[in-house]
T-cell receptor, first 114, second 112 residues
Framework: DVKVTQSSRYLVKRTGEKVFLECVQD?????MFWYRQDPGLGLRLIYF???????EKGDIPEGYSVSREKKERFSLILESASTNQTSMYLC?????????????FGSGTRLTVV | KQEVTQIPAALSVPEGENLVLNCSFT??????LQWFRQDPGKGLTSLLL?????REQTSGRLNASLDKSSGRSTLYIAASQPGDSATYLC???????????FGTGTKLQVIP
């Protein structure tokens, strides 16, 4: 069964810490995405990547960065965590550009910044 | 800019009832539309994907339809079960590199 795996289900971090959220997919997908999901705001795109070492800003990139050194792994980095980054973070992947393929999501990481 | 609306935000039905969830979008120039299910505290599970050239897709008790001209999709669930209780989201793909717009979801409760 194809999978998108997020390394942590729950994380608690302190304000100012550097936080790494990891996502790995085993489907040889070119595209990978990071979203955050908040009540009343829905899913918002933070960053996406369409190839190794390539990245594009989404709708809310401020305070975040990403890394994609290998095709299967896409990391989200919170440079200096703040309480307003407390959220559910969802990683997704898809095949390149082709409309025939939809998104596959990971199980999510619930991050709490205290 | 694409906008996606799901109404109602919440729905409660008795077990065994057939039901329809709605998804509306403002720009009919789409590539595909995907329906997801989300259980509390979990990620999104894909249910059905409809291409822009298709009118409907079926999987088990689920049937999704697409009418681009009216900017609407419906998810029909037959003979609902308590295990169907979850939030259902639709996602419209209308941009490059598969940038997708999500609805805010319909929270479904099926009462035994």
């Amino acid at each position: 069964d194809v999978k998108v795996t997020q390394s942590s289900r729950y994380l608690v971090k302190r304000t100012g810490e550097k936080v790494f959220l990891e996502c790995v997919q085993d489907m040889d997908h070119e595209n990978m995405f990071w979203y955050r999901q908040d009540p009343g705001l829905g899913l918002r795109l933070i960053y996406f990547s369409y190839d190794v070492k390539m990245k594009e800003k989404g709708d809310i990139p401020e305070g975040y960065s990403v890394s994609r050194e290998k095709k299967e792994r896409f990391s989200l980095i919170l440079e200096s965590a703040s309480t307003n980054q407390t959220s559910m973070y969802l990683c997704a992947s898809s095949l390149s550009g082709r409309a025939a393929y939809g998104y596959t999501f990971g199980s999510g990481t619930r991050l709490t910044v205290v | 800019k694409q906008e996606v609306t799901q109404i109602p935000a919440a729905l409660s039905v008795p077990e065994g009832e057939n039901l329809v969830l709605n998804c509306s979008f403002t720009d009919s120039a789409i590539y595909n539309l995907q329906w997801f299910r989300q259980d509390p505290g979990k990620g999104l599970t894909s249910l059905l994907l409809i291409q822009s050239s298709q009118r409907e897709q079926t999987s088990g008790r689920l049937n999704a339809s697409l009418d681009k001209s009216s900017g609407r999709s419906t998810l029909y669930i037959a003979a609902s079960q308590p295990g169907d209780s979850a939030t259902y989201l639709c996602a419209v793909n209308s941009g490059g590199y598969q940038k997708v717009t999500f609805g805010t979801g319909t929270k479904l409760q099926v009462i035994p």
